[in-house]
């Protein structure tokens, strides 16, 4: 396994190229690059925002945690709450791939290096200044840069979280990176559940094997023994719960067809406890909790999936863990700003992905968004030329179904996006 991991990590060039061509233009006005002297002194790293990137609104998840967490006391930085939010006087980029979503179906169809390029250009968008304003026609470049990258994409974090750690020590940057793979495992750990372990993932994700892989070295690091595990990848579920037209069903229908193929793969374990952890492993998934957790409630009535599903799950989201992490990395570096320290920018910024419609060769569907087979069928290299380009996020390029998602369940990001 370790072998195969490493051929298919390590053979890719085209993040390596990547991160030449960043080196190549350190002035960052290049596409694919940023301004390597941005970061001159700890006192002025601190003041940067974290970037915190999905390939669109599940990282938004991650977010809410980010926004809402109050795990440690402020000032002591000690474990346990004070009341205050942890990251209080942090400010936050949120990026969102939209155009090239889902990232879950790149590996699929032999796309993989494609992909980790689509990566490591999400945290170059991160680290650098530049954007598009919607309607403009050249980039602009006064978006801040940043301290710390958080992937909040479990997709991402299989496929790109190596290439931007070694992009970030290539660069010799002070960056903090911190993924929500690890952060989901010990979340497992963390639950304590008895029962039988089910990853719900993108198919990506699946593929990798980096679920599977890394509980089972989080519980036996920790002593403890390893129960049945079952995956299951959607290629549709994240596109749904988007607002994908691609993915024309409901989440609800989505949800429960994921759910029986889960209880099915996990019949095939021949565990005799039932299904009762289970990893919400895409970062889309904490907006279809419910719908997710009605789908078993719904399996349980078939007399023949009953005994294979516990009466009560116990969710796991990797979003609570990976804010910890961030708060300890943070403060670890001294980048975690002080009670009496500001971020550079007031308000956090959301920034978003669309097509470049004026781009020749770029193909669209009908709704506007790229088209499908073309999405899918491009290559990595062409580091001067983007058929996307990142512009400010407003609620109104949300479609309507994901945003009520955002509104009713991630209400801190919600005030935040509506300022
Ligand atoms: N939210 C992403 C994740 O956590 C994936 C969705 C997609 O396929 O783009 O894996």
Request: aromatic residues 8%.
């Amino acid at each position: 396994m370790k072998i195969l991991a490493w051929l298919l990590f390590a053979t890719s060039t085209h993040a390596a190229d990547l991160v030449s061509h960043a080196s190549a233009h350190p002035d960052g006005r290049a596409v694919f690059s940023f301004d390597a002297s941005a970061w001159q002194s700890t006192d002025e790293t601190r003041r940067m925002p974290v970037g915190v990137f999905d390939s669109g609104i599940g990282g938004l998840t991650v977010l809410e945690s980010l926004l809402t967490l109050d795990a440690f006391h402020n000032d002591t930085l000690q474990p346990g709450a004070d009341g205050t939010p942890d990251f209080a006087q942090e400010r936050f980029i949120y990026f969102g791939d939209q155009a090239n979503m889902p990232y879950g179906n790149y590996p699929a169809v032999n796309r993989t290096d494609y992909l980790r390029e689509l990566i490591v250009k999400d945290a170059i968008f991160l680290l650098g200044r530049r954007f598009w304003s919607a309607e403009g026609k050249e980039p602009q470049f006064t978006k801040p840069p940043v301290k710390a990258i958080v992937i909040a994409c479990n997709t991402a974090t299989a496929y790109g979280l190596e290439d931007i750690r070694k992009a970030v020590a290539a660069w010799k940057i002070p960056v903090i990176v911190v993924g929500v793979v690890e952060a989901g495992a010990r979340g497992v750990l963390e639950s304590q559940a008895e029962g039988g372990i089910g990853v719900l993932a993108t198919s990506g994700t699946c593929a990798s094997g980096v679920y599977p892989r890394t509980i089972t070295q989080t519980l036996g690091l920790a002593g403890k023994s390893v129960p049945a595990i079952a995956q299951q990848g959607s290629p549709t579920l994240a596109g749904a719960i988007e607002g994908d037209s691609a993915f024309p069903e409901s989440v609800s229908a989505y949800a429960l067809k994921e759910a029986r193929a889960l209880a099915e793969a996990y019949r095939g374990t021949k565990a005799a406890a039932p299904l009762q952890t289970i990893v919400l492993g895409c970062t889309h998934y904490p907006l279809a909790k419910n719908e997710i957790d009605a789908a078993f409630d719904e399996l349980r009535k078939d007399a023949a999936l009953r005994d294979l599903i516990a009466e009560k799950r116990v969710f796991v989201n990797p979003a609570e863990a990976t804010a910890r992490e961030l708060f300890r990395e943070l403060a670890k570096a001294k980048l975690r700003l002080k009670a009496d320290e500001h971020c550079s920018i007031e308000q956090h910024q959301f920034y978003f992905s669309v097509p470049r419609v004026d781009e020749t060769g770029v193909q669209l569907s009908a709704d506007g968004s790229l088209d499908k087979d073309y999405k899918y069928s491009r290559a990595p290299g062409h580091l001067d030329f983007e058929d996307t380009k990142n512009v400010p996020l407003t609620p109104d390029l949300i479609p309507a179904n994901s945003a009520k998602l955002v509104r009713e369940r991630l209400p801190a990001v919600w005030k935040s996006l509506n300022r």
